[in-house]
Structures are given as structure tokens and as C-alpha cells.
């Protein structure tokens, strides 16, 4: 037996310098086990990536997955083939209970990129992989709003950067998002961080791993069919089935937790995934919104990537599997996708997670994951309900990146050139604490001063001053002088700004954010929250009730104000037959419909539930007619207004 690869004009072997176990391994995908490999001839010796693919993939391969591949070569940022090798000769590698050799595999080699995947890349960003123990572990320092600001801004251009790759891969043009008609539209099918390489010289992206894509130059969406004569696509959903992922009796195309909901099958027996969609779905019937799906999953899971690994790291402390993250994404959607519910695995939001990172992104990722219904693959028939191709998707990021806070990028260089004088950072050091430690002391009598002169001369064109102040204000020792400058802070948005007696969506946006990261206790923020719906500005309401939405208030702390912000935000997302959620909202109406401090509140949530069919749906519910509901939310839609 063999450690050398003969291939087509050059030799090749293990690189055992490095991978994670120090033998060359670096992963092992659905259909590839990776390898770090070294191409050499004569004097010269570079670096190159093996995909060990079964043989019975080889058909499919070279027919399918290798021609798709040929096609993009000129993208560079689209992983580049150097090699197939159908014959491994005498070569023998030991894996697993068994072994890589001629009879089972055959070799894919790539170029090596130097850098490591998306997900890689935002795990690092919040922990570190020891590798004298061989697990994963916290950094040692606490993460603060400039780094998670810097994190923000840097997923927002990997954003953009994806977006520029898929325009080349799915055939749009990127001066008017239209197709060229003599080139064919490929779909990746299978998105998701791990597919997608972070290089770590110039923090570029290179898309990899196109294992399920498809091409086609005639319409706009691909079927795959199980049974091709009977054309059915169909999978097995039993418990001894689910854990075969990615062969075709489950799905077809994508992971668990990145795959769209339209990339399922039909069940052979059992209960199909996203029951609620199934009217509307062609199973296994893949397109651009497929894509853009697992576009937005791939990103809302980066955002998330905090509370995603605190998660792992609760259920498997001090896991020595580097891999546990993964098992823990995977679990988080399984039981979705089995349970047929749709709510948590389309329509992502951030919710639950950091409330720095800007509502834009939200909303494009929600766009992204849309809960699918009629027509949604027909750009024609829903225009601005979905997005249809990636050029339409990059403008409105980089729109949202225009509004999107960004830090004091002039500082950093100096503060870098400063600590950079070594002969001075001691002499600095010792300075900066005495001034620190006095600057603490002093800071609410300060912050108090800037305070009462920006109230003095405020106009409304100085939120950013505003926030700037408020947030120096709640940086002061004691919970008493925090709660008491908080207070002042959102008497003053209704009653002293120039909007005099209304609070506005900028203001909201300001007063829960100084909450959320300044005062730990939510069992206090019920009672500002309902000042916050009292006073809300009526053409504001529903981003005033998006923001107060998000601070995810627990059920056991009673505030109408949240109540109702709740039900204004999840009456916005939901579709005219959301019963659960029409219905909740009407509830709450009815129990605030008599408190005149919130009328405003419930005069917008009436509307809303009088528009489209949604007054249909609550009476089917309460076993009642149509007029008797709009009777009642008749009268309650005009009671406020300010």
C-alpha cells in the first residue's frame, strides 16, 4: 500500500503537518471526507485540499457536479478544481473502523484556502479552541457593544460579498438583476455557514462544497424526482430514516436548519414537515428563493452565533467534539421540521438575541425566510413579498448598511499608534487609572450637567446627541441613581422634546436599549414600557411596538404597554388565517379597550384587525358572524389618534 496519489500530471499527499487530529483531517462532510494535501513535482510542493467521495458518487460527479463546477472557474471566489482522480491505485488511508482506497473512493482535489468556514469564524469571535485540552472554551474578556458593533459591520459586508459570488453563480446581472439568456441559472442547494471559507488574509469569501447544485437554462425552479417515472419525490420521516441525512430518501436538497421549506419531499408515510405549507408547496422544487433561504438562515445564524454557542456549551460543558456546535443547530430545527411547525423555522427574527444588532438586518433575513405561501416562487405574483434574486437582495443590505451605526473609525489608529510607544504606555498607564477612577467618581454630576444643557437648547435633529448623553447617563454606580436617570431620560422624551407629549420610534428605540443593557432587573422595565404605549406616537406605532416587542418581557412581569406591543408586532407578521395569533391579539384588545391611557394603542391594533380577511378569522373562531366582530372593533379604531 501506497501514501501517494499518482493524478493527472502531478503527485500528491497527506499533509500530516496539519488538520485538527495533526493528520491532515480537516472535516467530513455528507458525501466527502477532507484532507490537507500536498501537490509536489520536481522541486516544487503546494498546498491543495483531497474530497474523498464514495464511487458511487462518481457518475453523478463527473456528470453533474464537475461540469457545474467547470462553469465558474473564472469566479475566484468560487473553490477552484486542480484534480479528479477516479483511480486511486495502490494509495490506503486509514479512517474510521476502516480505510480510504481504490475499491470505495475517489479523490476531488482542490485548491487550499487558507482561512477557515463562516461558522468558524463567528465562534471565534466570542470563544477559543484549546488545543491542549481539544476543546472549546469563553474568552476570557467580556464582549462590549463596540466589539458586537465591529462584528455587526463585518457580517453585513460578508453579506454583500455573498451576494456579489451568488449574482455570478445564479445568472443575474448585476446592473439589473436580469438574467443572460445564454447562460444557465445554477443553484447552489445548499447554503450554510460551514460552506462557506472565511480566508484569513483579507477576510475574503469563497463559496464551496457544490455537492447538490443543478443547472438549468429553461424556467425558474428544478424538481427532483425519486421515482422518475411516476414523478414523485418522496422520503421515509420514521425515526430510523432521519438521522440518514443527505441521502435521497429524506430530502433532496440542503441541511436541517438551512434548507427551505420547498426543499422537503413528500412523506411516504407519516406526517409531512411544515404541514401548515403544504397546500402551497411542490415538493423537492427548488429555485433562487431556495438559495436565498439559506442565504438568510446562514446570516440569521451568525448573528445569533452568541447565544448560539452559550446553548452548546449548557448542554455539553467541555466538550473535547469540536463538532458539538453543529449537533447543537441541528437539534435546535429537527424537532421543528418533524413537529410540522413553521413559526421559529421561517420568518427568523432576533428576538432572542443582542439587541445591537440593527432592525434592518432583521428584517431583510425575515424577508429571506419568509413563510412560504401561493405563488412566492413567481416573482411576478409577489414582487416585494419575497426576494428573487440576489441582486434585489444586495441592495436593500447595503441600503440597510448606510443606516446601520458604525464605530469612530479615526480613533482606533491613534489609540494604536499611542499604546505603540512603548516608552510612554507605562507613564500612560498609570495616568489613565488615577483619571479613570476619578472620571467614575465624578461621572453622574457630569453626565447631569451635559444633560441639563442639551435639555436647555434640544432641537429634533439631535437624537444622536440625545442617545449619546442618555447612555453617558446610565453609566453611574447604584441601581437607585440608575433608575432615577432613566426616568428622567423618558420624562423627557414625551414632555420636554420638541414631539411634546408623544414618544417617537427613534425615541423608543433609544429608551429600550438604554433598558436592555443597562438595567438587569426586567421585573422593573413593565412599568416604563407602559409609559413607553402611552405615550407612543401614533404614525410611529408599529415600530414603536416592534422595538418594545424585542425586549422579550417574561410572562410573569404583568405590563399592558408590552401586551399590546406584542400584539400590534405579531399582528403585522401574521397572515390573515394565523387564528393563534389573531385571536390572541383580539384578547387583548378586549382587555384593554376600556383603559383610555392606551388608547392610541388600541385604536391601531383595531384597524389592523379589520383589515384583509383577519376580521373572518377571529369570528370563525369565536363561533360567532363577521359583523358581530367589526361591531366591536368599529368604535375602538377611532377612539385615539395623536
Known sequence: MSSVICGTNFNYKI??????????FIAEGTESIVFKGVK?????????AFKFKPKTRLHDFMNREYKILELMQTCRSVVRILDVI????????PYGNGEINAANFF????????????????????????TTYKRWERNT???????????????VQFMINLCEIMKFVSNVNANNGKRESNKPIILHCDIKPENIMVTKHGKELVLIDFGRSQEFMNGWTFQHYSNPAEETFTADYSDNQWQDVGKENFYAYGTVGYAAPECYAAPIKGMFPFITQRPVLKHGCVSIESDIFGFGATFSECLSIYEICRDAFEMTPNSSDPRFFNKV????????????????????????????????????????????????????ATPEEYYHNFYQLQSDIERARDTIPSLDRKSDPLVRQMLGISGFCAAFSACFLVLWFLLFIFANPLAR?????LKEDYTDNQN???????????EVWGTKTKLKNYEDILEFMYSGTPNDSVIDSEETEILTSLLKDNVSDSSVWGGYLDVIMQHAKSDNMDDISKSVYRLNLPEQYESGGYELAKAIAQVNDADDSDAEKLCAAYETLLKYADNSEYNVAVSKLAIKLMSGRKTDTIASENGTDRETIQNVLAPLSKIGGN
Not at 15 to 24: A, K, L, M, P, Y
Not at 141 to 155: D, L, M
Not at 449 to 453: D, F, L
Open 464 to 474: 444622536e446627541m440625545l442617545r449619546t448623553v442618555a447612555e453617558d447617563m446610565m
Open 449 to 453: 450637567s451635559r444633560w441639563n444643557t
Open 86 to 93: 477516479e483511480d486511486l491505485g495502490d494509495f490506503s488511508l
Open 141 to 155: 474578556t467580556e464582549y462590549s457593544y463596540r466589539e458586537i458593533v465591529k462584528f455587526q459591520n463585518q457580517i
Open 15 to 24: 499533509d500530516t503537518e496539519h488538520g485538527i487530529n495533526r493528520n491532515g
Open 107 to 130: 479523490c476531488v482535489v482542490e485548491e487550499y484556502i487558507d482561512g477557515e468556514s463562516l461558522q468558524d469564524y463567528c465562534i471565534n469571535q466570542w470563544f477559543t479552541y484549546n
Open 40 to 48: 509536489y513535482g520536481g522541486d516544487l510542493r503546494y498546498s491543495c
Open 329 to 380: 443547530i441541528m437539534h435546535r430545527y429537527e424537532e421543528t421540521v418533524r413537529s410540522g411547525i413553521t413559526e421559529s423555522y421561517c420568518d427568523r427574527d432576533f428576538r432572542e438575541i443582542d439587541m445591537a444588532y440593527h432592525e434592518a438586518l432583521e428584517d431583510i433575513l425575515r424577508k429571506c425566510t419568509r413563510t412560504r405561501w401561493s405563488g412566492f416562487q413567481h416573482s411576478e
